[in-house]
Every structure is written in structure tokens, then in C-alpha cells.
């Protein structure tokens, strides 16, 4: 075996044994699905929020996004949206990498 076959094949190894060792939250019930969201609604009124999600993230949070008036696209909508929108903060829910770009994901607001 190369070392071309043999790198992809010893990262798979490591992720995988990362992965085992990670512990998941156990699953919310409905009644602590809806306090959780009846939350996040009422935080993103109280700091005038508005949520943006991209298509490639969970459903809840896009269906999130379009009850509470935000908006789920691609990318560059997603940004064309957050730059015309009036409220304050954006939320962004996106891709992971995203994180390590935080200007390309936070607005700062014009004093």
C-alpha cells in the first residue's frame, strides 16, 4: 500500500477512535423541546436578533429561522440577507469552519 492509500486510511483511524470517545446529550423530550425553543424565540426579540440559517444545518434550526422571521439560504444570500436586515445581531447557524472566520459570520453594528 502507498502512502497516498495509507494517509487517508490512518486519519479515518484517529477519527474514528476520537469519535467513540465522545459522549452525546441525551435526546431533549418534546416538553423540553418547546421551553427550549419558546426560549431562543424570546432571546432573539429581547436582543433584537434575527436568526440565519444555511440550508446544510439541522432542520429544526431552519424551521427556527423561518417561524421567527429569519431567513435560511445558501451562503451568499445568507450574507445579502444579514447585511439588509435592520436587527442588530445576527445569528448565524452554519458550517463549523465558520468559527475559526468570525469576521466573515459577525456584524458589528454602525455607531
Known sequence: MDLAQQTPQRLEA????????????A???PEEQQALIARIRQQLVEQDAVLIAHYYVDEQLQQ?????????????SMA???NRHPAS??????YASWARRPKSSIRRNAC
Open 27 to 29: 435526546p431533549l423530550s
Open 64 to 76: 427556527l429561522a423561518d417561524e421567527t422571521g429569519g431567513h435560511v439560504a445558501d451562503s451568499l
Open 14 to 25: 484517529k477519527i474514528r477512535a476520537i469519535a467513540e470517545t465522545v459522549t452525546r446529550p
Open 89 to 94: 445581531t445576527l445569528v448565524i447557524a452554519g
Open 80 to 82: 445579502d440577507y444579514g
